[in-house]
């Protein structure tokens, strides 16, 4: 479905989609995985493994992140491009495509650093909660890497 401009409502869908993806990115950047209860619903299905992750239901996966992105020690910056959102007949559920990408700085295993690169698109299925719009699923689909 395509936007009508004169929609109100269905902007403001789109600017909390848009927020609850900058609440993402924010979140895995900083390290700050509790932050991501406000951008998943509990029974949320995530799937990393295009980039060599989990997949698997939100507690788990938050577990997981938690364990394995230590090494980029909260420095990676993700900036998000594209954001395209179609909205089920009701609006109470969305389709949502991000273009990403995301520099991290890693040790070079030499007593350096060095910078890698993922870029892609998330996709995810927002639901309208009582509590906001939340992603029940989210899919990171891998396009380009770079220094890895």
């Known amino acids: 479905m395509d936007a009508d401009p004169t929609d109100i409502g269905e902007l403001l869908d789109r600017t909390a989609i848009n927020d609850a ?4 990115t924010l979140a895995v950047d900083r ?9 998943f619903t509990a029974d949320a299905q995530i799937d990393y493994t295009a980039s060599g992750g989990i997949a698997g239901a939100f507690p788990e996966v938050k ?8 090494a980029f020690a909260k420095r990676t910056m993700h900036t998000l491009g594209q954001v395209a959102a179609v909205f089920t007949a ?22 350096g650093e060095r910078v890698v690169e993922v870029g892609g698109i998330y996709h995810h299925m ?23």
């Open 63 to 70: 577990a997981w992140l938690a364990e394995n992105l230590f």
């Open 126 to 148: 927002f639901v309208r909660t009582p509590a906001g719009w939340r992603s029940r699923a989210l899919r990171e689909e891998m396009v380009w890497t770079r220094g890895f």
């Open 21 to 24: 993806l900058t609440r993402y």
């Open 90 to 111: 009701d609006r109470s559920g969305a389709e949502v495509s991000a273009y990403f990408h995301n520099p991290m700085v890693i040790s070079d295993g030499h007593g």
């Open 31 to 39: 390290a700050a995985w509790d932050e991501l209860d406000a951008v």
